[in-house]
């Protein structure tokens, strides 16, 4: 009697035990990185990149987390947007043990120097702001990203501006960063075809130190070309000051910013008598999103934040989250082999803010669209109406 009662108490500890250790597990949180460049002359991006990874987070929590319970963590790491203090964040994230996967950052060259180190290291990592072709061109197993790339910004531009705007001479400007310089590269392949016909002709090609301040000389050697349109395809904070002097030297022409040049900062920096009229090559902004999930989200930030974020990039960094998520609940699992394989080659149309979300071979987002947007006379971007009847 006494040995049967001992094994009952026994079992009955194993099974009390193991009821609260199942009890902690489905507790316990999945932590996901956010890097991004909290400080640093993109900070604007990253504050919005990592507030919009908490609301995804949030909504997600919300529903009953994933996994039969447990709850999505956001982990936010600064790196200033450059190559250095990438890398070091993400050798903070790796070496974290608790987390899952990472949500990479804002700016193609800290992209590269961070998903080397998750790439050695078996880390699922998602940008959210780098459209640099040859990021996906290293056979990265662990690779992805959720925004476009620049050829299809290249293609776009070159297809849709000497067409609706009539423009034959075309004068282009980067800032010397991995992504200006590929989306210039790019937008030259693309046209190719229109300017060995003589149908446009490149006027002025050139670069710009985007720690300077002052680009009247660059400007003047522009403006002497007489271009039809500028493209600039670097950033917004010296686009800004560009957009500027241009006005104060005088160049009279068409002005369209890759998708890295406007935003609110934009605006607030070259002010509204200067911005108002610029164009933009962009993916749809998230107001124009027409999705259910947009809906749900930008709500949800708007509440949280008081206003919705002033570029995608924010909403493909929530998107990042969204697909971490969607994942580690189908498959049951954070093994990052196990991870990459569903994202690689069985995620489908998975729904997310930006629409459905799927990924190529090499870890690109499928299918994402470009528009025309313009800084309209309150400083907002609308989707331009083509004045061709």
């Known amino acids: 009697m006494k040995k049967l009662m001992c094994m009952m108490v026994v079992g009955i500890f194993v099974m009390t035990g193991g009821f609260f250790v199942s009890g902690a597990m489905a507790a316990k949180t999945v932590v996901v990185a956010v890097q991004a460049p909290i400080t640093g002359p993109w900070a604007f991006e990253g504050q919005m990149a990592v507030q919009s990874c908490k609301v995804a987070a949030e909504l997600i929590n919300q529903k009953g987390g994933i996994l039969g319970g447990r709850m999505i963590e956001i982990q936010e790491f600064d790196d200033s947007g450059t190559p250095k203090d990438g890398a070091l964040a993400a050798m903070k994230i790796v070496s974290n043990k608790d987390i899952v996967a990472a949500v990479s950052t804002y700016g193609s060259p800290t992209v590269e120097a961070s ?22 061109q290293k056979n990265r197993q662990f690779f992805f990203r959720t925004c476009g790339r620049d050829d299809a ?5 070159a297809d849709y501006v000497p067409r609706e705007f009539n423009v034959k001479r075309i004068a282009m400007v980067h ?13 030259m392949k693309a046209l190719k075809p229109k300017i060995d016909s003589g149908e446009v002709k490149i006027v002025f090609y050139d670069a710009v130190n985007p720690e300077d301040r002052d680009f009247t000389p660059i400007l003047t050697k522009l403006r002497e070309s007489k271009p039809d349109v500028f493209y600039y395809t670097g950033h917004y904070p010296e686009g800004a000051l560009i957009a500027r002097q241009s006005v104060d030297i005088g160049l009279k022409c068409l002005f369209v910013g890759s998708n890295a040049v406007i935003n609110d900062d934009f605006v607030k920096i070259a002010g509204l008598d200067v911005a108002k009229g610029w164009l933009m090559t962009q993916e749809p902004m998230p107001a124009e999103l027409p999705y259910a999930e947009s809906k749900e989200f930008l709500d949800a930030y708007k509440k949280k934040y008081g206003e919705i974020p002033s570029s995608p990039w924010p909403i493909y960094a929530a998107d990042a989250v969204n697909i971490i998520a969607h994942a580690v609940n189908t498959t049951g699992s954070t093994d990052p082999d196990v991870l990459e394989d569903y994202l690689h080659n069985k995620a489908n149309g998975v729904p997310g803010v930006t629409g459905p979300i799927g990924f190529t071979d090499q870890g690109d987002r499928e299918g994402v669209p470009y528009l025309m947007y313009e800084v309209d006379k309150n400083g907002k971007y609308v989707i331009y109406e083509s004045k061709k009847k």
């Open 153 to 157: 910004q290249g293609i776009f531009f």
């Open 175 to 187: 800032n010397n960063t991995t992504f200006a310089i590929g989306v210039a590269e790019e937008t």
């Open 115 to 136: 998903s080397n180190i998750f790439e050695k290291r078996k880390m699922i990592n998602i940008a959210y702001g780098a459209t640099f072709l040859g990021l996906s």
